[in-house]
């Protein structure tokens, strides 16, 4: 199954289809313990519902992560 973060087609394996595991295997150690906002087909998921939210083949994950400016 396939599915897209950030416009990138990003193949998930057969037990990954929740937002947590995508997460994980997508950002590694590094980026995952910076602060960044989710949506899925647009919609923003709050982190404590990650585990609960099921992907689909198709689904359009957006990262979003600050920046800094001055």
């Not at 997508?26 to 602060?35: P, R």
């Not at 404590?48 to 920046?67: K, M, R, V, W």
Request: charged residues 20%; proline residues 4%.
């Amino acid at each position: 199954m396939k599915v897209f973060i950030n416009g990138e087609p990003f193949g998930l394996e057969p037990q990954q289809h929740n937002l947590a595991a995508v997460l994980t295997r997508y950002l590694g150690d590094e980026h995952g313990k910076q602060s960044f906002a989710v949506a899925v087909n647009g919609d923003f998921i709050a982190k404590a519902e990650y585990q609960d939210t099921q992907l689909n083949g198709g689904d359009s994950i957006d990262l979003l992560f600050p920046i800094q400016g001055g």
